[in-house]
């Protein structure tokens, strides 16, 4: 994990604050971790490619060895020796062939190692870029006043700021990915739900705004007032809460 932080300047001293953001460089480790192990891969193969092709070589010098002692203490003939010449020459001819096929794998294993290493720099390099994205999101999402999150069509908790931490009582590794209705009590849930069905077939479709008990971190119970807003476009099913302390009262209005 990758700790930032960052003074937000409020025009009182004593309100100044200091905005913290954890990234998650999990994936970033990841993909270096599959490169190397990668490379490593790599190195083996071609390793193992210029071991047989020395071996290659090696059994090409003890065959010449091999032929020419023959040559010299069977004492032939240049009829047999032409023989043996005509047999030498197949001898090379085939451990060229491997030889050039050899250099041929080795060849084609280079250039998917380039690839496979300029593929994984493009990942870390995409990777670096949404760390950033994410970094900046997060700073501008927690700079917002009110409270702000985002739920999946299963109202799931995505996003969670700063100010509905403050708000809830919740902080945002607690809430993520837990259905947004575990923040009010069981007798406010159906009123919470049917909220949900109010923004998408009510009189303004795609928005609703209610008044819903909540509590605070000191266990104080308030008027929370929340504004439900689907999305639409590629992130279309998904829902963006804005939530604030409603100091008028307890009273629902649309």
Known sequence: ??????????????EQR?????????????????LQRLNVVLEQQVEQRTAELSDANESL???VQR????IEELNITSEELEKVNREYRV??????????DLNDRLERVSERSRALASQSSEVINRLEELS???RFLNNLLDSFPMGLAVLDQHHRVMVWNKAAEQLWGRKRNSILQRL???LVA??????FRLAFTSAIFGDYPGRFSFILPATDSEGKVFGCRITIVIISGKEAGRFLLLMEREESGMEVRP
């Open 61 to 63: 010098r003890k065959e």
């Open 186 to 191: 069981k007798d406010s849930e159906k009123e």
């Open 1 to 14: 994990m990758l700790l930032n932080a960052r003074q937000v300047r409020q025009k009182e001293p004593a």
């Open 91 to 100: 001898v090379i001819s085939g451990l060229q062939t491997i030889n050039e």
């Open 132 to 134: 950033k994205t994410e």
């Open 67 to 70: 032929h020419v002692s023959t």
């Open 18 to 34: 200091i905005l913290l953001a954890i990234e998650d460089i999990t994936e970033k480790k990841l993909a270096e971790e599959q």
């Open 180 to 182: 947004i209705f575990e």
